[in-house]
T-cell receptor
Framework: GESVGLHLPTLSVQEGDNSIINCAYS??????FIWYKQESGKGPQFIIDIRSNMDKRQGQRVTVLLNKTVKHLSLQIAATQPGDSAVYFC????????????????FGKGTKLSVKP | KAGVTQTPRYLIKTRGQQVTLSCSPISGHRSVSWYQQTPGQGLQFLFEYFSETQRNKGNFPGRFSGRQFSNSRSEMNVSTLELGDSALYLC????????????FGPGTRLTVL
């Protein structure tokens, strides 16, 4: 079946540097994409999302880029801090309707981000 | 608003037993989804409930079941536990009205011995 995959399973960066976490998706029908951060012992925490009709969206210190031509999604974290150390997941879903996503999110395997002080 | 809560946080069971996990969504949210997270398989979708009805189901055996109550609280049940059921079970809450952002609880860590 179609799934979401990640290019880099681990990423180590220096504190203060920018981080880029990549994700490839295979379902061209996916309409929205979400990035989650999961710290040890906790559930995934929503970071940012993007609809397929956009190619860029910015949040606080984070930017998500969507390239539908090559089915690629990336999460950029500016001025990475030790508190950013976690596993990052991308997820994709189909077209939401009045009833929301209906739980139909497909998650990637995750990328572990390690920030060196 | 209070976040998604799950009980219990940790559970140890033996093979053949059954288990019930509970999830309380964010107030006002009507959709609850359940996921199983393991190191090997990652996050896998189990099922989703909206207004007490199961709308979507993942590829898991019938031993996994769930339900949702009128107050949107949800439970999932696993019968005849197997060693491979050891995992972190996550519940996610969503408004269910045109949005698609799911908010996760801390999970229930189930260990099957």
């Amino acid at each position: 079946g179609e799934s979401v995959g990640l290019h880099l399973p681990t990423l180590s960066v220096q504190e203060g540097d920018n981080s880029i976490i990549n994700c490839a998706y295979s379902n061209s029908a996916s309409d929205y994409f979400i990035w989650y951060k999961q710290e040890s012992g906790k559930g995934p925490q929503f970071i940012i999302d993007i609809r397929s009709n956009m190619d860029k969206r910015q949040g606080q210190r984070v930017t998500v880029l969507l390239n539908k031509t090559v089915k690629h999604l990336s999460l950029q974290i500016a001025a990475t801090q030790p508190g950013d150390s976690a596993v990052y997941f991308c997820a994709e879903g189909g077209v939401p309707n009045y009833g929301g996503s209906q739980g139909n999110l497909i998650f990637g395997k995750g990328t572990k981000l390690s920030v060196k002080p | 608003k209070a976040g998604v809560t799950q009980t219990p946080r940790y559970l140890i069971k033996t093979r053949g037993q059954q288990v019930t996990l509970s999830c309380s969504p964010i107030s006002g949210h009507r959709s609850v989804s359940w996921y199983q997270q393991t190191p090997g398989q990652g996050l896998q979708f189990l099922f989703e409930y909206f207004s007490e009805t199961q709308r979507n189901k993942g590829n898991f055996p019938g031993r996994f079941s769930g339900r949702q109550f009128s107050n949107s609280r949800s439970e999932m049940n696993v019968s005849t536990l197997e060693l491979g059921d050891s995992a972190l079970y996550l519940c996610a809450s969503e408004a269910g009205t045109g949005t698609y952002t799911q908010y996760f609880g801390p999970g229930t860590r189930l260990t099957v011995l």
